[in-house]
């Protein structure tokens, strides 16, 4: 949404703006019947369409009650009353930008991101899940109302994360005590066996796959944490509502397994392993997506006694359909994205020296590199000189000797330097073993771990990959996790046709700050 501005967007048929007006008539006079909640947005520093508000409040007996509201579209857009919007909203399926770069809302700018908008200090229709907490951080009955949310100050990502620094400023309690549930509710989903990590400083989260991403740059703060986990308790705890009443929804149903499998939608439960809920529905973006817009009002029409405005078969072909329409719009995002960064990143080395990208650039040129099979000697070089200084992650290891198949001379030198490398600092084994495991890229046949009778620990294993079988050394040592790395070290040196030398003695901590030692990546 970021670059709207530079990019066409696709026009909306005429009946659909002339009900788009009527829809404006009638937000302000439903406003009267409705309860005001408080709440403040959490967008990024370009968004216009902002879907959720937050509030939280703390309770005499040490707990806190979340409020959590989202744009009420449902009430407005409706297949009775706006058909034609509806027929559109319906055939775009998603806010998305095409491969051509055509910006493609699922509503008009006139409601997205102005009237039924949570603009800061515009009165917007809401619906308000009521979600209590105790000491404890145990959740109790939730309560979902249609109210309204006047909010009170729209805030970025970085600017959350500075307000919770900032003892004295205004909503510094509050994003204090959210972080605070945040954390809770991502520890307990984690122990529960979610798939989910964030590592906002570095730039990489989960998805709902399971699948590691890379966050843009203005979401790489503490408070993406908030946003995600609120998202992800007001999306189970509305599926659930709706379980309970055994409502047919297009849930958002997903299975762990290897290699990963993308979440869909069907409209029975099929419950969702990524955020490892028995129930899980999209409904916190009904400006973005239709299938939130569907499940909202279905769950207004729970909360007025009235039957579904939707069949199971109706819920079914809309699931078919919209999944297709994502697969479609997932497989065009990526290939457009990087051919945006690598454009920009060309144009910055043929202007800068290569040494003064950041590692989240110089991953880029390393994954252009590899994906194209062509590694020139200045790149060789910089790889080199971040593997002596330990400059470069587990992600960037992974991308240089195991996501593309590369051969030559100079890959292969890559090789023995990476491979040399993990076999110094055997815990970055561990994570590219995890990452490829995660991936689908090989499984694990046999690991072992013995003591032998001086107290040494001894490991080795072996792995299953395109294929073949691939069985590691015995390794010893004075700890069993090191013996395991080492192990690890090893079994992807064979995956790769690297021989190691004799295991080497563990890197101090200040020797990994001052470099790898009796490393000569040249030779």
């Known amino acids: 949404m970021s670059h709207q501005e530079e990019r066409a967007s696709q026009p909306f048929l005429e009946d659909a703006l002339a009900e788009t007006l009527q829809v404006q008539e009638h ?35 040490g707990g806190y009650t979340l409020f959590y509201s989202i744009v009420d579209v449902g009430s407005f857009v409706t297949s009775s009353t706006t058909p034609a919007l509806d027929k559109e909203a319906s055939t775009r399926g998603f806010t998305h930008f095409t491969a051509e770069k055509v910006f493609v809302p699922l509503l008009p700018e006139s409601l997205a991101e102005g009237s039924l ?55 510094s309690v509050l994003f204090q005590d959210a972080f605070s549930l945040a954390l809770q509710l991502w520890k307990a989903r984690v122990v529960n066996g979610a798939i989910a990590s964030y590592d906002v400083e570095m730039g990489w989260v989960t998805t709902e ?29 509305l599926a659930s509502y709706l379980a309970e009443r055994k409502q047919p929804a297009l849930y958002r149903n997903h299975t762990v397994q290897l290699p990963p499998t ?25 400006l973005h997506s239709y299938a939130d817009l569907v499940n909202q009002r279905i769950l207004l029409a729970s909360l007025r006694g009235e039957p579904s405005p939707f069949t199971t078969a109706e819920l079914e072909t809309l699931s078919l359909a919209l999944n297709r329409q994502e697969a479609i719009i997932k497989a065009a995002k990526p290939e457009q994205f990087l051919r945006e960064r690598d454009e920009h990143l060309q144009k910055r080395i043929e202007e800068e020296p290569i040494a003064s990208l950041d590692h989240k650039q110089f991953h880029s ?53 990476v491979c040399r490398f993990l076999q110094k600092t055997p815990a ?44 590691s050394s015995l390794h010893t040592a004075l700890r069993k996790d090191r013996a395991k790395y080492l192990a690890f070290a090893d079994v992807l040196a064979t995956l790769v046709g690297v021989v190691l030398p004799p295991d080497v003695p563990m890197l101090e901590p200040w020797e990994k700050l001052l470099g790898l030692r009796d490393q000569e990546p040249h030779a």
């Open 27 to 61: 937000i302000a006079p439903a406003l009267l019947a409705r309860p005001e909640v408080n709440g403040v947005t959490i967008t990024g520093p370009l968004t216009k369409a902002c879907n959720t508000a937050m509030w939280l409040e703390r309770t005499p007996q």
């Open 117 to 171: 908008s949570l603009l800061e200090g515009q009165p917007c229709p809401t619906l308000t899940l009521s979600l209590p907490f105790d000491a404890s951080f145990h959740l109790g009955a939730p309560s979902l109302h249609q109210t309204y949310v006047r909010s009170r100050r729209r805030f970025t990502y970085e600017e959350v994360a500075n307000e919770m620094v900032e003892s004295h400023a205004e909503f």
């Open 209 to 237: 796959d399971g699948v590691r991403i890379l966050l843009e740059e203005d979401k790489r703060f503490v408070s993406y944490i908030i946003v995600q986990e609120f998202i992800i308790l007001a999306n189970h705890t």
């Open 262 to 286: 993308k979440a869909t939608y069907g409209s029975r439960i099929g419950g969702h392993g990524g955020v490892h809920v028995p129930a899980y529905i999209h409904a916190t973006y009904p």
């Open 365 to 417: 040129v390393i994954r252009r590199a590899a994906e194209e099979h062509v590694l020139t000697p200045l790149i060789e070089q910089e790889i080199y000189r971040r593997l002596e200084r330990t400059l470069l992650k587990d992600n960037d290891l992974y991308t240089l000797i195991f996501r593309y198949h590369n051969s030559g001379e100079e890959w292969e030198r890559i090789q023995q330097a």
């Open 428 to 471: 970055q084994a561990a994570m590219l073993y995890n990452r490829g495991q995660q991936e689908g890229k090989w499984t694990v046949v046999r690991y072992d771990t013995t003591q032998n009778v001086r107290g040494q620990f001894q490991a080795h294993m072996t792995l299953h990959c395109e294929g073949q079988n691939y069985t």
